[in-house]
């Protein structure tokens, strides 16, 4: 794969970095990651819509009105689904399972799919370093801004969900610095996965050579248990 431009925090290129092909390289597979990501939502689902069948409702031990003789329509219980307030027919229960099984190994071809893509396609950013002294969000935004005059990078600080920012290891300087944007979500390079780098339309990756590292170190991982 050709060589990749890196960037600092003043929006200015510093250098150029090789992408590994086994990460950045891999040919667009919309199965395996609508699999996946599809998998990976219905395990992180909470399911709380619950409703309460006939049996479940209070009331309707005693029959309505007698069956014949009323004029009216007859009726068992009040308990009856086509009655205000009875039991709801075939509503969703709370005891229903949403879980997939996803194999690891599918999990991080589906990551390192996407990462393919959006590389292709210009949406990965390389920053070569990123560091605080201290948490101040007013030097956040002006990495935001001046990262938003690269080329192609116009909507990077004014779209819904427009940014992940991933750092090598944990820095509280740098989250707390990123915290109050509500469109970049900022995590360690180890936590990427499918779900998290679709939902983001750009992605920045700090300390290229350190956090590249940790992305084949994680895929050799997963070579060795499957």
Known sequence: MADVKVYNTEGKETGSYKLPESIFALPWNADLV??????????AR???????????????GKKPW????????????????IWRGG??????LKE????????KKMRMKALYTILSRKAKDGEIVFLDTL???APKSKDAKHIITSLS?????????KKRNALYLAIPSHDENIKKSFRNFGNIEIDEVRNLNPVNTLKHKYIVIANPKESIKILEHRLEKARVRA
Not at 36 to 43: A, D, L, R
Request: proline residues 4%; positive net charge.
């Open 96 to 103: 229903k399972s949403y879980e997939r099984k996803i194999n």
């Open 34 to 43: 609508h699999q996946v990501v599809v998998s990976m939502e219905g395990n």
């Open 131 to 133: 560091s605080m002294s």
């Open 87 to 92: 039991g709801v027919t075939h509503g969703p």
């Open 66 to 81: 007698r069956q014949k003789g009323t004029g009216r329509a007859r009726h068992g219980s009040i308990r009856s689904p």
């Open 46 to 60: 909470t399911p709380v819509a619950h409703t309460k069948g006939r049996g479940d409702v209070r009331g309707g």
């Open 149 to 157: 005059k690269v080329e192609g990078l116009s909507g990077l600080g």
